[in-house]
């Protein structure tokens, strides 16, 4: 084996990778791990998402108020009638079909959870009941045929109401949902270490 100033070549290799690895080692002592790269991305992000549904939920409840005072504001050209002996639900009906229904052969209805029944009366007086969907693109498909233009005004303003309805709903459902995100990410950043 071949000596280079009194040592092996085995001893020079073995101390040239002990420098090179403390060289690295001081190199490396300025740069963080990648576990911490990781945990700082984690924590950038959460703050990132915390920020967004902060923002999303503001926004919500503007829309939200506004759909309120839009609602309140329809309810005042409706009467809400229930009888709490028989009916569970209640129902907002336009002053002209207030109180009892049997001089109309049709009549339109909005359940006071949002849902449009058009009421129809037949000879026999057998009540059907149409649910209008809310989100069909033509509602006016559903209606029955002979209805009047003063019908099809109150089954438009009905429409309104309940369409009114549906949406604060919907608006309130995404509030709660954004508040749950909120609520997770700020506990999430409180869990995790500094």
Same mark, same amino acid.
């Given at each position: 084996m071949k000596r280079i100033h009194g040592q092996s070549a085995e001893g020079i290799r073995s101390a040239f990778c002990q420098m090179t690895l403390c060289l690295l080692l001081l190199a490396c002592a300025d740069r963080p791990s990648a576990v911490e790269q990781r945990k700082?991305?984690?924590r950038r992000q959460d703050s990132l998402e915390l920020a967004q549904a902060r923002a999303d939920l503001a926004v919500a409840d503007s829309v939200a108020t506004f759909k309120a005072f839009e609602l309140e504001d329809l309810k005042k050209q409706f009467v809400f009638e229930k009888q709490e002996k028989y009916q569970t639900t209640g129902y907002w +009906? !336009?002053?002209s079909y207030k109180g009892s229904k049997e001089r109309f052969s049709f009549y339109p209805e909005v359940e006071e959870g949002g849902k449009l029944l058009l009421v129809s009366i037949d000879k026999q007086r057998q009540y059907s009941f149409t649910d209008v969907d809310l989100m069909a693109e033509d509602y006016t498909a559903l209606l029955p /045929?002979? !209805?009047s233009d003063a019908q099809k /005004?109150? +089954?438009a303003k009905c429409y309104a109401l309940a369409k009114a309805m549906h949406d604060l709903q919907e608006t309130q459902k995404q509030q709660e949902k954004l508040r749950l995100k909120e609520r997770f990410y700020t506990e999430k950043q409180l869990r995790l270490p500094r």
């Open positions: 700082t991305e984690i +009906v !336009l002053p /045929k002979g !209805l /005004k109150d +089954v």
